[in-house]
Each structure stands twice: as C-alpha cells, then as structure tokens.
C-alpha cells in the first residue's frame, strides 16, 4: 500500500461523520462534471443508437472510484430527471415500467479520473419522444448530474404501403381463436437471502439469490434495532460509531411487476 492510499484510507475513516453528511450541491462544486450526447445523427425503433457520457472527476473526492448511472423514460409520462441518483433509483423502482435502467445495476466504473469517456447503446423499442437522466456518484454522493432528451422515429421498413381497395368477396362465416395472453410478470421473491462479508473496515451486502429475474437490486444499511437509514449504497465503511454494533443490510430486488425486499442477518461491527 503507498503512502499516499494510506493517508487517504486514515483521512476517510477519522472524517467518515463528515462524508456522509455531504450535500450534492457542495460534491458538484468539486469538479465532477457530466455530459450525455447521442452520438448517431437519429434514433430509430428497433436499432441501436450510441450514447457517451463523458466529464470530470476528482480522485480526491472518493476512495472506491466514481460510477456512472443512466435512466431512460418517456417524458410524456415523466418530464423530470431527480436531484440524485437514490431518488431517481426509487423512481425507476416504481415507475410501472415507464423507466428503464441503461446501465448495470452496478453502474459504469470509470475509476478515479480525471476524465472519463463511457459509451452506451440503447435500442428504442417504439418511436416518439425519450428523456435521459445521468448521475456521477462516488462512495456515498451523487456529484454531478445531466438529461438528454430526443426522439425516436419509425422504422422505414416497418411502414406498409397503402393497402389497395379490395375486391367485395362472398360472405363466409369463419371462426376465429381468441388471441393468445401473454403471462403477467412476478414479483421476485427471494431464494437464497442476502447476506455481508467483511474486509477491513469495509462491509459489503451480497443480493442473494431471487426468483422472477430482477433488473436491479437497492441497498438500505441500518443499525440493529433503529429503522433510520445510515448508507444506501452496496458498501458501508466501518466507522468508530459503529464499533461493537450490529448491523442489517435490507436488499430490495425489482422487476418489472414490482419490488420485494429480505434482509441480511444482524452483522457484529
């Protein structure tokens, strides 16, 4: 370990009250940035169409690196990206599957910068309006946030000719099959429950194992006993107020259908 990751891992943990307590506002102020374009000259239904979400970053404000995570929704039903990535993260969790997540459940890792360049492909599956929303979040902020918005046109080879007049035909009964249903989409429900492991002062909340096929997985950490919230990402760095307490990672997994949570077992600090 150098003298540098080791004077920045003693910073953390004696300034820990401090990190947590950090607003997006002063974390934009650091020199994060974050831009979303649409690379291809348009977006058509039923194709690929590249994205890059490119900035800045500032190694000085995180010790795990920065990750980038972007949302896609028609704004006709949600004109609005939120403020920071937990609240658009629940957003995306109860949108009814208006909002989609574009990048893993873990976000895009880009590392500790001072730039990054991060493609992406998204393939629109009807035309009309969409509405991007981008997040740059590190250890437990979100510090930089950015929307696109564009449009998606048809596909010109699924567009049909105009049908010529027919020709009247002799009246014949048919009979015809009701159409087919399609099975409606289940909640998951966990299998296997989460659970925590340890490495040095950090502790990290495994999802476990779920049924139904989760499209994404959030992270609630509290102290044993006390319903308050006291980190919402997938790690939790040990600090000296919580020494000699347990804590509980709950685990929310969601699919379209809609969302379920289990909970850790009580884990000794």
């Known amino acids: 370990m150098t ?24 974390a934009s102020a650091a020199g994060e940035t974050l831009t979303l374009v649409q690379n291809d000259a348009g977006a058509i239904t039923g194709h690929a169409t ?43 969790t109860h949108s009814g599957g208006n909002e989609t997540w574009i990048s893993p459940a873990g976000g895009y890792q880009v590392g500790y910068g001072p730039t990054f360049n991060q493609p992406f492909k ?19 902020s979100t510090f930089a946030t950015a929307r696109l918005r564009g449009t998606v046109a048809p596909d010109p080879a699924t567009v049909a000719p105009p049908a010529p007049t027919p020709t009247p035909a002799p009246a014949i009964r048919t009979i015809t099959s009701p159409p087919a249903t399609t099975p409606a989409a ?5 299998v296997r429950r989460p659970s925590i492991i340890r490495k040095r002062h950090l502790l990290t909340c495994r999802p476990g194992t779920w049924s139904s096929a989760p499209t994404h997985f959030s992270y609630r950490w509290s ?47």
Request: proline fraction near 4%; glycine fraction near 6%.
């Open 3 to 26: 003298s540098r990751t080791l004077r920045r891992l003693l910073s953390a943990l004696l300034l820990a009250p401090t990190l947590f307590a950090l607003s997006a506002a002063r």
């Open 50 to 92: 590249n994205f890059t979400a490119s900035g800045t970053l500032n190694p000085e404000d995180t010790m795990f690196g920065f990750d980038i995570f972007v949302f896609a929704k028609n704004p006709d039903k949600d004109p609005t990206c939120a403020d920071d990535f937990d609240s658009e993260s629940a957003n995306a």
């Open 122 to 140: 998204i393939t629109f599956t009807g035309p009309g309006s969409y509405l991007l929303c981008g997040y740059v979040k590190g250890d437990f």
């Open 186 to 190: 289940t909640l998951p429900a966990v």
């Open 223 to 269: 102290v044993k006993g006390r319903s308050r919230t006291i980190a919402s990402a997938r790690t939790l760095i040990l600090r000296r107020s919580l020494a000699g307490r347990s804590v509980v990672c709950r685990v929310t997994a969601s699919n379209a259908a809609g969302a379920a949570t289990a909970s850790t077992r009580a884990f000794r600090a």
